[in-house]
């Protein structure tokens, strides 16, 4: 699904990707994991055009994305941050991207199973962040798209509608979709991730399923794994 070849990027004197290299399968959720300034948010960007890499190679779905935009229609993205225009209404900003995306969707089973139907007529700027983040996820996966990169996509949530994007998720990757995730919730990893991969300096210093984590960091617990997996690495 997504091949990385020898990416770097520098911001400045800053090195954020250093020759990373990455192979992503086909069908599953890895999480893409590692402290602030690993070059997680760089490395997701780069996948979806918002970054431009010195050098290496990105390839998805067997493209090269260099300087073909069209991939992009093949992706669901969550960003961490819902910037919405505020003077817009729900209903406005689902009818915007509609009109953006010229592809079928189920905005309506979504808004039903996160009990925005009331909201549909209020402005974007009086929502709680909460709503908001539901509005989020909406505009996410009302569309078909073999990938979805989530950004932190439990921020903001309640206990009922966290259970509600868990069992999304889970449908999703049922019908073979490949599912990006970051997130600074161990727990959800956890219970979502068939993958981890878990980045340092730019540099991937593991990737692997939860049991060979705890195997390489001889930890019995998933978040003393990656904590270990941390230290070793300072």
Same mark, same amino acid.
């Given at each position: 699904?997504i091949?990385?070849?020898?990416?770097?990027?520098?911001?400045?004197?800053n090195?954020v990707?250093?020759?990373?290299?990455?192979?992503?399968s086909?069908?599953?959720i890895?999480?893409?994991?590692?402290?602030?300034?690993?070059?997680?948010?760089?490395?997701?960007?780069? *996948?979806?055009?918002?970054?431009?890499?010195?050098?290496?190679? &990105?390839?998805?779905?067997?493209?090269?994305?260099?300087?073909?935009?069209e991939?992009?229609?093949?992706?669901?993205?969550?960003?961490? &941050?819902?910037?919405?225009?505020?003077?817009?209404?729900?209903?406005?900003?689902?009818?915007?991207?509609?009109?953006?995306?010229?592809?079928?969707?189920?905005?309506?089973?979504?808004?039903? !199973?996160?009990? !925005?139907?009331?909201?549909?007529?209020?402005?974007?700027?009086?929502?709680?962040?909460?709503?908001?983040?539901?509005?989020?996820?909406?505009?996410?996966?009302?569309?078909?798209?073999?990938?979805?990169?989530?950004?932190?996509?439990?921020?903001?949530?309640?206990?009922?509608?966290?259970?509600? !994007?868990?069992?999304?998720?889970?449908?999703?990757?049922?019908?073979?979709?490949?599912?990006?995730?970051?997130?600074?919730?161990?727990?959800?990893?956890?219970?979502? +991730?068939d993958? *981890?991969?878990?980045?340092?300096?730019?540099?991937?210093?593991?990737?692997?399923?939860?049991?060979?984590l705890?195997?390489?960091?001889q930890?019995?617990?998933?978040?003393?794994?990656? +904590? +270990?997996?941390?230290e070793e690495?300072?």
């Amino acid at each position: 699904m997504i091949d990385i070849q020898n990416l770097h990027k520098k911001f400045g004197n800053n090195q954020v990707l250093a020759g990373l290299d990455l192979d992503i399968s086909e069908g599953g959720i890895f999480a893409i994991l590692g402290p602030n300034g690993s070059g997680k948010t760089t490395l997701i960007k780069s *996948i979806l055009g918002m970054v431009v890499p010195n050098k290496g190679n &990105i390839l998805v779905q067997g493209q090269n994305v260099k300087n073909h935009w069209e991939y992009r229609q093949q992706i669901n993205y969550l960003p961490q &941050i819902a910037n919405f225009p505020g003077n817009l209404s729900v209903k406005e900003l689902i009818r915007m991207i509609k009109d953006l995306r010229q592809k079928p969707s189920e905005e309506n089973t979504l808004l039903d !199973l996160f009990g !925005l139907r009331t909201f549909l007529d209020k402005k974007l700027v009086t929502l709680s962040g909460g709503t908001k983040q539901k509005v989020n996820i909406v505009l996410t996966f009302m569309f078909d798209s073999p990938l979805l990169i989530l950004d932190e996509p439990t921020t903001g949530l309640d206990p009922a509608s966290l259970i509600r !994007l868990k069992t999304l998720i889970n449908e999703e990757k049922k019908k073979g979709k490949t599912i990006l995730i970051t997130s600074h919730i161990m727990q959800f990893v956890e219970e979502m +991730a068939d993958e *981890i991969v878990y980045l340092l300096e730019g540099k991937i210093y593991f990737k692997g399923n939860i049991e060979q984590l705890k195997s390489k960091t001889q930890q019995t617990d998933f978040e003393r794994a990656i +904590a +270990a997996i941390s230290e070793e690495n300072v």
